[in-house]
């Protein structure tokens, strides 16, 4: 079956330096990509979002990039804080009579060191 | 505005037994979801409602869970025998849209199953 996955479980970055944290999909289908971020404890927080129109989208201190071509989504988290520290997903979000169904991956461990 | 709330957020069972989680999704929020978030992994999309209609249930063990959202706001699900492998937090979410916007989690309900 398609899938969506991370290549990297943990990442350890120094406080200050940027992170990359990457995604592959699966389903060439899949038109509507979204990263959240999800501390100890808690549900998932919405983080930034990208069609498939789109192959980059900035927020605050945070990019997403989406290569349709490799189907391979990143999120790009510019000068990483110690709160910046949760397990982060991409999800994918399939649309095949009207309503767009998600299918998150594994998720990534951010450990940001002071 | 007020955020999801769920209940109870925990809850230990023997399996076998019987056991219900309740979800009042954000005001006006037309969409529902209730995913199984396994330890390690990324949360699993179990049903969808719109308003209080079934979107997707195609990864609901229906010998086991059943859902219901009776009056398009506050939402139950059951699971009714548990087993081990049903140890999991459950999270509920909702979106004002059919999709395509992004989710708000609850707390989610830790679920364990002796």
């Known amino acids: 079956g398609e899938s969506v996955g991370l290549h990297l479980p943990t990442l350890s970055v120094q406080e200050g330096d940027n992170s990359i944290i990457n995604c592959a999909y699966s389903?060439?289908?899949?038109?509507?990509f979204i990263w959240y971020k999800q501390e100890s404890g808690k549900g998932p927080q919405f983080i930034i979002d990208i069609r498939s129109n789109m192959d980059k989208r900035q927020g605050q201190r945070v990019t997403v990039l989406l290569n349709k071509t490799v189907k391979h989504l990143s999120l790009q988290i510019a000068a990483t804080q110690p709160g910046d520290s949760a397990v982060y997903f991409c999800?994918?979000?399939?649309?095949?009579?009207?309503?767009?169904?998600?299918?998150f991956g594994r998720g990534t461990s951010l450990i940001v060191h002071p | 505005e007020a955020g999801v709330a769920q209940s109870p957020r925990y809850k230990i069972i023997e399996k076998r037994q019987s056991v219900a989680f309740w979800c009042n999704p954000i005001s006006g929020h037309a969409t529902l979801y209730w995913y199984q978030q396994i330890l390690g992994q990324g949360p699993k999309l179990l049903i969808q409602f719109q308003n209080n209609g079934v979107v997707d249930d195609s990864q609901l063990p229906k010998d086991r869970f059943s859902a219901e959202r009776l009056k398009g706001v506050d939402s139950t699900l059951k699971i009714q025998p548990a087993k081990l492998e049903d140890s999991a937090v459950y999270l509920c979410?909702?979106?004002?849209?059919?999709?395509?916007?992004?989710?708000?989690f609850g707390p989610g309900t830790r679920l364990t199953v002796l």
């Open positions: 389903n060439s289908a899949s038109d509507y």
């Open positions: 999800a994918e979000n399939r649309n095949p009579g009207g309503s767009y169904i998600p299918t």
């Open positions: 979410a909702s979106s004002s849209s059919w999709g395509g916007n992004e989710q708000f």
